[in-house]
């Protein structure tokens, strides 16, 4: 599971390939939905493949699975029936997370998956697949296919709007789920990117988007965005998950190009305007930890009391840590570590730039380091 273009489908390819094994890929990812027969359909091939290939067996691979309505019962018929008749057929099944695991589908196929997230590239990934540098990363962000057209600003802001963030919407999460004000959604996207790394109501939402909506319809739109892969709502903590989640969200991207391809700013624009630099950054290592959550590595929260703040907050366990990113942004605010630390005793707390860790070490490292470690 994982968001568009992060390299699902070019993985699980280059794994058969190198593999050897019979294999057969089909995709279900089309403007109308499939059936469940569909499924059916590309099973049979795949094992009249299997047979053919004798007790190596084969591969089936069917990519975007979760589009197809009713699909998880017709999987787990057709895997009990391959179980009982020992048929030797792997099965690989590929799709947006967590749109994947929709309710109901856990328990329907309980003890025959086993779960591989792949969240947004790091900084360590584009650096060694592209030779990008920090700056790059943090404007570009960490879509593989968009890395190519980095060197004309104006297609790969397009390629982002057009490939990435309106496929996704339209094809991950309308054409999947109810929602009942398409625009509001695509505004609160909007919205989320500019607000980025900042604390919002969902009132003062409201208010921004002049629409009808109420703030219990902002909140599942931005669950919804957020199963997407593509903006989260962090939540404050309190020790406590219902002042969490009566709490106003602070917006965070998951990968930066979502937030920079529509500033209308190219790269050197960007970084000579130190307010909008200071946002970059600090989307940079909110995506980095959140990212990191995504895949079941720590929960991620913010904090605030009054005028003190911490931008994150991380729970991997028992083990909490704080976490402030120096920016520039706001250099005459006060950080929140020290009372953060009074009343939570957290097992660390890190200064992520300025004289603290630096911007570029933080991200090239795994956020287990920083978390668990």
């Not at 968009?146 to 496929?167: G, K």
């Not at 920079?260 to 700013?265: E, H, R, V, Y």
């Amino acid at each position: 599971m994982g968001p568009r273009q992060v390299g699902k489908t070019t993985l699980v390819q280059q794994v058969i390939g190198a593999s050897g094994l019979s294999n057969r890929y089909a995709s279900a990812d089309e403007p109308t939905l499939r059936s469940h027969q569909w499924i059916e359909q590309q099973w049979d091939a795949a094992r009249l493949e299997a047979l053919d290939a004798g007790r190596r067996g084969a591969v089936l691979v069917l990519d975007e699975v979760h589009k197809i309505p009713g699909w998880s019962e017709s999987v787990k018929r057709l895997w009990d029936e391959d179980t009982q008749a020992h048929q030797s057929l792997r099965v690989i099944l590929l799709g947006s997370a967590p749109l994947l695991m929709q309710p109901g589908i856990t328990e329907s196929l309980a003890g025959r998956f086993e779960v591989v997230r792949l969240p947004h590239w790091s900084l360590a990934e584009m650096r060694d697949a592209f030779g990008w540098s920090l700056d790059e990363y943090l404007f570009y962000g960490g879509y593989p296919g968009a890395a190519p057209l980095i060197h004309d600003p104006a297609r790969w802001s397009r390629y982002v709007l057009d490939s990435l963030i309106e496929t996704t919407i339209a094809r991950d999460v309308l054409l999947l789920s109810r929602v009942d004000k398409p625009a509001l959604l695509r505004r609160l996207f909007q919205l989320g990117c500019s607000y980025s790394g900042q604390i919002l109501s969902f009132t003062k939402m409201v208010g921004q988007l002049q629409d009808a909506g109420n703030t219990v319809t902002l909140a599942h739109y931005l669950e919804l965005l957020a199963a997407a892969g593509m903006l989260t709502g962090l939540q404050k903590y309190a020790g406590e998950t219902v002042r969490q989640r009566g709490s106003s969200p602070k917006l965070q991207v998951l990968n930066n190009a979502l937030m920079t391809s529509q500033s209308g700013l190219t790269l050197r624009e960007a970084r000579a305007d130190p307010e909008y630099w200071g946002r970059v950054v600090e989307s940079a290592v909110g995506a980095h930890l959140a990212n990191a959550a995504a895949v079941g590595v720590c929960q991620l929260f913010y904090w605030r009391e009054r005028n003190r703040e911490v931008d994150f907050v991380t729970r991997a366990g028992r083990r909490l840590v704080a976490i402030e990113v120096k920016s520039g942004r706001s250099p005459t605010a006060q950080p929140g570590l020290g009372a953060f630390a009074e009343s939570f005793k957290p097992q660390r707390s890190l200064l992520v730039g300025g004289d603290g860790i630096a911007i570029e070490e933080f991200l090239l490292r795994p956020v287990e380091h920083w978390v668990k470690g």
